[in-house]
């Protein structure tokens, strides 16, 4: 495999992982709202607005990664791995990554609902937002087969 094809991988694994991040943030706008109005801030909207412009640019720049950078050679190298199986382990890695951010995340939301006094609405979202990494990252791990054959097209 070529120099091009292992950052072509690599290329779409951070998009990947740009892609998972970006979409799961756009679940917490609600409670960034929430807090910044909470807190009397002068324009809560306004930090709502940037938290979505971060979400949306984690999410143009991660589909540009995906999307602009095909694995090139079709035919594995007399020695070393296809591109097929560095996606495959790669996916795994990222699922855990991202398993491991979720269950943290997860703890602490469990934590904050019973020490902290907030809105539902502030927990829902802290919860909804870990337990997505967790089954992404789940899915990522036992199931990185079903993802390669997307990426590896």
Not at 39 to 57: F, I, K, N, R
Not at 124 to 146: C, M, N, Q, R
């Amino acid at each position: 495999m070529s120099a091009r094809d292992l950052y072509s991988v690599g290329a779409r694994l951070l998009g990947l992982y740009l892609i998972v991040h970006g979409l799961v943030s756009l679940v917490g706008l609600g409670a960034t709202y929430e807090a910044a109005f909470n807190s009397e801030a002068a324009h809560p909207l306004g930090y709502t607005l940037v938290a979505g412009a971060q979400s949306l640019l984690f999410c143009i720049i991660g589909f540009t990664l995906f999307l602009k950078n095909r694995v090139l050679t079709t035919t594995a190298a007399a020695v070393g791995p296809t591109p097929a199986e560095f996606l495959l382990v790669g996916l795994q890695l990222l699922g855990v990554s991202f398993a491991t951010a979720g269950l943290v995340g997860t703890l602490r939301a469990i934590a904050d609902m019973m020490a902290v006094e907030a809105s539902f609405a502030l927990h829902f979202t802290d919860t909804a937002t870990s337990l997505a990494y967790v089954g992404i990252g789940l899915f990522l791990v036992f199931h990185p087969s079903k993802v390669v054959r997307v990426i590896a097209t």
